[in-house]
């Protein structure tokens, strides 16, 4: 059973400070994985998606990367704004095409 | 990728009541699916819905707390059926991007924050 794990579960940091997220997957078989964020009590907005043949995906100030081997993937977020803080999810996409989610990091950009 | 409305996007409920939740999607797909995300808590997948066919509920899930219709493929409501405290979550929606073709992620609704009480 796929089993995905965010590290870590909350961070708090100064705006303008570049920082990254961590994502673990138990099982390599997968189609993709994507991060999302969401905002307190709200639904998911796809910010990255990363098929299994890719290594990274970039998009404005974030750059997500994915080593399928180790079953780790990366969200950088550069030049952090308040703007930013939410909780952000990777899922990853496997066999059945099932979505599992991780458990989420909970982001707090401070002024 | 397809837009998904979802409503309503909060609701207050007595215990022992029915909501429904609408998600309409601006584009034919196959399949949508339903999630529960419990406070503090990830998302966890409720049921698929295929349109002309009964859906398919995941382990813990049964179609008599949770019915849901798709009556075409564009729209499809999920009832959470006589309703505890426990039920209080949000509910989201999903469907495929790429039109079907696998591979292209997944968009999501923006969710229905139900609170039992």
């Known amino acids: 059973k796929q089993e995905v794990t965010q590290i870590p579960a909350a961070l708090s940091v100064p705006e303008g400070e570049n920082l990254v997220l961590n994502c673990s997957f138990t099982?390599?078989?997968?189609?993709?994985l994507q991060w999302f964020r969401q905002d307190p009590g709200k639904g998911l907005t796809s910010l990255l998606l990363?098929?299994?043949?890719?290594r990274e995906q970039t998009s404005g100030r974030l750059n997500a990367s994915l080593d399928k081997s180790s079953g780790r993937s990366t969200l950088y977020i550069a030049a952090s704004q308040p703007g930013d803080s939410a909780t952000y999810l990777c899922?990853?996409?496997?066999?059945?095409?099932?979505?599992?989610f991780g458990t989420g990091t909970q982001l707090k950009v401070e002024l | 990728s397809a837009v998904i409305s979802q409503k309503p996007s909060r609701d207050i409920c007595q215990r022992g009541t029915s909501l429904t939740i609408q998600c309409q999607v601006d584009?034919?797909?196959?399949?949508m699916f339903w999630y529960r995300q419990q406070p503090g808590q990830s998302l966890t997948l409720i049921a698929t819905?295929?349109?002309?066919?009964?859906?398919?509920?995941e382990s813990g899930f049964v179609i008599d707390k949770f019915p849901i219709s798709r009556p075409n493929l564009t729209f499809s409501t999920l009832t959470v059926s006589n309703m505890s405290p426990e039920d209080s979550s949000i509910y989201l929606c999903?469907?495929?991007?790429?039109?079907?073709?696998?591979?292209?992620?997944?968009?999501f609704g923006s969710g229905t924050r139900l609170t039992v009480v």
């Open positions: 999903s469907v495929e991007r790429g039109q079907g073709a696998r591979g292209y992620g997944y968009t």
């Open positions: 099982d390599s078989a997968i189609y993709n």
């Open positions: 990363i098929q299994s043949s890719q």
């Open positions: 899922a990853v996409t496997g066999g059945g095409n099932k979505l599992t």
């Open positions: 584009s034919q797909v196959t399949m």
């Open positions: 819905a295929n349109q002309g066919s009964e859906a398919t509920y």
